[in-house]
């Protein structure tokens, strides 16, 4: 059927004045619905040095005629995630499209970052590379990411065998942006608490383009008994500021991450610096004491 402009136009008024209905009766239910979550002062982190990753308020719930309502606010209270965000029909609705939108550009974003040049040196850290010539090299070829160039391993060698008891680094990694908006806090965090158990630390190293894997052969050349390396997390929809911790017990070259335990999402809506900071210590005191890392450290959810 061929449709001439004044069919198309009656069909866009009738669209409209849907659309238009539509959103008379939402805002009339959110209007006798619970109250919004206020958005928090403290979840702000930092928006200028990327992005700002603040949790957008949203309504309490999304879903029309729910069968347990009372539950719904609970569950979203519990967590970040896009949960009770309802429908329209057989899509998503309008906003909750934008927001997903928006998450993975945020991702992507991340993913492509850098970290500024001055900020290892205004963190006392050492600037070391990988053997990635450019990001693109670094997605491509992930085990180029975890070995250094021939410029940094000779950097690391001047400091061969001082053997520290832990031997921390802070790589780039798949986020970039975490280490921008998050590492200076976390690393503050972990190496004072290190400091207060008494144990010697080694010089610290920056890696660009690194993988988790470069904190094996760093932690070989210099003889430490424990790596602790800061990278920023292969970002999801929205967490383009996330980062992780992973130690590592008697480091070893390809050293297995199942033997690495691993402090996920340290991030302003997520894990604080200071706990992420203390999990490590307990992490670095058991695995002193067993000789073990990773799984065989018997941590985690569940466990004692």
């Not at 970039?176 to 144990?199: D, F, H, K, V």
Request: glycine share 8%.
């Amino acid at each position: 059927m061929k449709l001439d402009d004044e069919a198309i136009a009656t069909i866009l008024r009738a669209v409209q004045q849907r659309l238009a209905a539509d959103a008379v009766r939402e805002a009339h239910a959110q209007a006798h619905s619970a109250p919004t979550r206020a958005p928090s002062s403290d979840l702000a982190c930092d928006g200028d040095a990327g992005h700002a990753c603040t949790a957008s308020p949203r309504p309490v719930h999304s879903v029309r005629e729910p069968v347990y309502e009372a539950m719904l606010p609970r569950l979203v209270q519990a967590t970040s995630s896009q949960i009770a965000v309802g429908h329209s029909g057989l899509r998503f609705r309008t906003d909750l499209y934008l927001r997903v939108r928006e998450g993975h550009a945020d991702a992507r974003d991340a993913v492509h970052s850098h970290v500024a040049p001055e900020w290892p040196v205004a963190n006392n850290l050492i600037a070391l590379k990988t053997r990635c010539h450019d990001k693109r090299e670094y997605l491509l070829y992930p085990n180029q990411g975890r070995r250094l160039d021939d410029l940094s391993r000779s950097i690391v060698s001047t400091h061969a065998q001082t053997r520290p008891d832990v031997q921390i680094l802070v790589g780039d990694g798949l986020s970039p942006n975490a280490i921008t908006q998050n590492g200076a806090r976390t690393l503050a965090a972990i190496t004072e608490a290190i400091q207060r158990e008494g144990w010697r630390i080694g010089v610290g190293f920056y890696v660009e383009y690194a993988r988790i894997g470069v904190a094996d052969e760093v932690g070989v050349l210099v003889g430490a008994r424990a790596t602790v390396m800061l990278v920023g997390e292969r970002p999801g929809l929205g967490t383009g500021d996330s980062l992780s911790v992973y130690i590592a017990i008697a480091p070893r070259l390809d050293q297995d991450n199942a033997e690495k335990n691993c402090i996920s999402n340290v991030r302003p809506i997520g894990i604080a610096p200071s706990e992420a900071a203390e999990q490590t210590v307990q992490i670095l005191r058991r695995g002193f004491e067993t000789g073990v890392g990773g799984v065989a450290l018997g941590l985690g959810w569940g466990r004692r």
